[in-house]
């Protein structure tokens, strides 16, 4: 049974996905557009911030990797040990240890030895660190506020709530035999867009998945 569907309204700006959609439907007649039409929004405007994130950090005359250990200290405090950067970053002791050391001689953090175990080396957010972790992080926010600035608030806060029951099923032990996901980090503010798909979404997926864009049996 073909899922029922509402026509867009003639007046409703349309946008890329939109073309998207209505080319793939006469491939695959049982596509929910609706489904389809989500995903790949959420994986466009994913890619953008992305973009905008990545062009922040080099305005900034930061490298990715320098940016992502900033923002792992700033997420703790400020001040971390470098094993918990590690963990947070999901590196070698070596790859670490290089980094701080970069880090260090442009005076973007600090190693000093721990107060409360003197084998033990703490390092720390210097204010010049602070600052370019800062201004980095700030682009992508203008972006997102401009972006969902179109949204009322109490749009916004419907958004969210929505993303978060996708999320939340995302999140779930899949059933037995199903595909798993990867386990999700705990994301400090400003991580949402350091994880974007590449290339472009010009394909539906092909695998037919329980419901969308194949009917069971289809």
Not at 48 to 62: C, I, N, P, S, T
Not at 124 to 137: F, I, M, S, V
């Amino acid at each position: 049974m073909t899922r029922a569907t509402h026509p867009a309204p003639a007046d409703r700006p349309r946008d890329w996905t939109d073309g998207h959609v209505e080319r793939w439907r006469p491939v695959l007649p049982h596509l929910d557009p609706d489904i389809e039409g989500a995903v790949t929004r959420m994986i466009k405007l994913t890619r953008h911030l992305a973009r905008v994130r990545e062009q922040g950090v080099a305005d900034y005359d930061l490298q990715k990797h320098e940016f992502d250990t900033l923002h792992g200290l700033a997420g703790r405090g400020g001040r971390a040990t470098p094993s918990e950067l590690r963990a947070d970053l999901g590196l070698a002791p070596a790859s670490v240890t290089g980094r701080l050391e970069a880090l260090e001689r442009r005076g973007f953090v600090v190693r000093t030895p721990s107060s409360d175990d003197r084998r033990r080396v703490d390092v720390e957010l210097t204010e010049a660190g602070r600052t370019a972790w800062r201004q980095a992080l700030d682009v992508v926010g203008r972006e997102e506020r401009r972006l969902l600035g179109v949204l009322a608030p109490d749009e916004r806060r419907v958004l969210s709530d929505l993303l978060r029951r996708v999320l939340l099923a995302a999140e779930e032990e899949p059933p037995e035999g199903g595909p798993r996901a990867a386990p999700a980090a705990a994301a400090a503010p400003g991580d949402r867009a350091a994880g974007a798909w590449t290339g472009d979404r010009s394909e539906p997926r092909t695998e037919p998945p329980a419901t969308g864009w194949h009917e069971p049996g289809a």
